[in-house]
């Protein structure tokens, strides 16, 4: 992709739990990486409920964890209550979960994208490919 007359490796579209690992990931490989996004404020932006971990997101959370994601690691530092559910079952149920504070959350990504070599973030809308 060019843009401005410049050309990337890669070009991942959207700036959500999926593209901040996938663009962190490109750019920490050495790839040339863009992360395209309508509003660069809206990077790692959580849903109403902002939790991470859960009985299924926190199988997915701990393999992003495990190949070195950022996902968890942002989770961490702005996490404002930590639970393990389940707890009244046996231990294969237990699950944790961290509930975060969503702008804290929001700017902490950001904050990570912005600083990572090889990563540039392009504020548009793709309409074709």
Same mark, same amino acid.
Not at 31 to 40: E, P, S
Not at 105 to 128: C, F, G, M, P
């Given at each position: ?26 750019? #920490? ?10 509003? #660069? ?70 904050? #990570? ?17």
């Amino acid at each position: 992709m060019t843009a401005l007359g410049t050309y990337y490796d890669v070009v991942v579209v959207g700036g959500g739990h999926a593209g901040i690992e996938a663009s962190l990931a490109a750019a #920490r490989m050495g790839c040339k990486t863009a992360l395209l996004t309508m509003n #660069r404020k809206s990077i790692g932006r959580m849903s109403c409920n902002p939790a991470i971990g859960g009985t299924a997101k926190g199988h997915l959370v701990r393999e992003i964890d495990a190949l070195g994601g950022e996902m968890g690691k942002i989770a961490d530092a702005t996490g404002i209550q930590f639970k393990m559910l389940n707890k009244s079952k046996g231990p294969a149920v237990w699950s944790p979960r961290c509930q975060n504070d969503r702008e804290w959350y929001s700017s902490e990504a950001l904050s #990570r994208v912005e600083n990572q070599e090889n990563l540039q973030i392009l504020e548009d809308s793709l309409t074709d490919i």
